[in-house]
Every structure is written in structure tokens, then in C-alpha cells.
């Protein structure tokens, strides 16, 4: 059984953020976690995960966008998002070395780490994973939010849920095709964007989270 997560504290230019590192026996990856932009590190769907991940061979490092570690509830601007995430991958590469590094996160955190990437490649990160890409606002369908993934060149992971009102599976799927190889793209029947699946939808017992942790288990084996 995976062990808990180990507090960390990760440095800033100005400040620092809380971060729990959970590490998985003989990992075969490790994946950089950032949180969505309503609920933290500690959220019980980003717990579950990364405990799912832990089973499944891949170690996480989570941490706090600024924002959240002073109570706020409004965002970081991006520039503030990216230096985070830049940090957190830093410290992620020096905690668990040889490990092959990974990024991404829920929502907010994923479009943050896309964007940081298109900027400036992320040292030593093979590549991203997107739990439920933000395409759009919920009743705003469009595709700009996507336009920096053409800037993006490491393999990525889309993780889609078909009820997602902040992805509309009719927007998503092209989007990723047009992509090409490098991106992949997995359906999460019924799913909404906080992979919840209701009770109609859902014949027989479904643990979402472990069907999130499975794809990135296999898609990081494989990605390079």
C-alpha cells in the first residue's frame, strides 16, 4: 500500500508554497500534480488520485498555487501560476531524481502547466497530463483557450470526461486530433468535469478515479 504523502515546503522567488510529495514503490514515473482552480492541494479528488497513482507505479508531487496558500479565492495571474509550477517541477526532479518527470494537473492547474511549457519548455519533462483540459467557460463553447498547445512539443495526455461543460466533447475531440501524435486523447464515459458520473449513467459501480490513474499509468510508461 502506498505510504502518505510527506509535507514539503517548495521556495519562491518572494514567498514559498506548501507541496506533499507521495511517492510510489519503484516508480516508474512521476507526475507534477497542480490543483484546479476552486479547491487546493488537499482536495479529496486530488488525494484520491495521487493515492491511485502511488498504487499504479507513479509518484506525484502536489502543491499550492500562491493564491491558495494565502486564502484567496481569485486565480494567480499567469506569470504568477507558471513560476509555481516551474518551481515545483525543479523540486520534483530534485526529490525523486532518475525518475521520468511529468506535469499537468486538474482544470486551471493543466491549462497553467501548457501554457508554461509553450513559453519555455519545462527542464527534464517528458511530457503533460491534462485531467479535464479547460477548453472553454461552462456555456461558452470556443477553442482559444487551446491555441498555445501548437506551441507545446512533448507528448500530452487529454483526460475527458463526455458531460464535461468546461469541454464540450463535440470541441475537445477535434481539437486534440488536430494535435497530431503527439497528443492523446481518453474518454471518460458520462463523466462531467469533476468526473463525477451520476447514478443514471452508471449501470454498475464505477471508481472513476482509478480508471484516471489507469491511463496515466499506461500513457506514462510509454510516452517519450
Same mark, same amino acid.
Given at each position: ?5 510527506? +509535507?514539503?515546503?517548495?521556495? &519562491? ?7 506533499? &510529495? ?24 486530488? /488525494?484520491?488520485?495521487? !493515492? ?15 493564491? #491558495?496558500?494565502? *486564502? ?5 495571474? +499567469?506569470?504568477?501560476? !507558471? ?8 523540486? @520534483?526532479? $530534485?526529490?525523486?531524481?532518475?525518475? +521520468? &518527470? ?24 517528458? *511530457? ?16 482559444? $483557450? @487551446?491555441? !498555445?498547445? /501548437?506551441?507545446?512539443?512533448?507528448? #500530452? ?16 475531440? +477535434?481539437?486534440? #486530433?488536430?494535435? *497530431? ?41 510509454? /510516452?517519450?
Amino acid at each position: 500500500m502506498p505510504e502518505s504523502a510527506q +509535507p514539503l515546503r517548495i521556495a &519562491l522567488e518572494n514567498d514559498g508554497v506548501a507541496a506533499l &510529495l507521495q511517492e510510489a514503490d519503484a516508480a516508474h514515473a512521476a507526475l507534477v500534480l497542480a490543483h484546479g482552480a476552486g479547491a487546493g492541494m488537499e482536495h479529496p479528488f486530488m /488525494a484520491s488520485l495521487a !493515492h491511485a497513482l502511488a498504487a499504479k507505479g507513479v509518484s506525484t508531487l502536489r502543491f499550492q498555487f500562491p493564491y #491558495m496558500e494565502h *486564502g484567496s479565492k481569485r486565480p494567480d495571474t +499567469p506569470a504568477v501560476a !507558471h513560476a509555481a509550477i516551474r518551481a515545483a517541477v525543479a523540486e @520534483a526532479a $530534485r526529490t525523486l531524481p532518475g525518475v +521520468p &518527470l511529468f506535469a499537468g494537473g486538474k482544470s486551471f492547474g493543466g491549462r497553467m502547466t501548457s501554457q508554461a511549457q509553450a513559453k519555455e519548455p519545462l527542464e527534464g519533462v517528458r *511530457g503533460l497530463v491534462f485531467v479535464g483540459f479547460p477548453l472553454h467557460p461552462a456555456k461558452k463553447p470556443g477553442v482559444e $483557450r @487551446a491555441a !498555445h498547445l /501548437a506551441q507545446v512539443r512533448v507528448p #500530452m495526455l487529454f483526460l475527458q470526461g463526455t458531460r464535461d461543460a468546461l469541454a464540450e466533447w463535440d470541441l475537445i475531440e +477535434p481539437t486534440v #486530433m488536430a494535435l *497530431g501524435g503527439r497528443a492523446t486523447l481518453e474518454r471518460i464515459e458520462a463523466a462531467d468535469h469533476a468526473f463525477a458520473v451520476r447514478a443514471k449513467d452508471a449501470p454498475r459501480p464505477r471508481n472513476v478515479v482509478d480508471e484516471l490513474a489507469e491511463a496515466i499509468a499506461r500513457w506514462t510508461r510509454t /510516452a517519450r
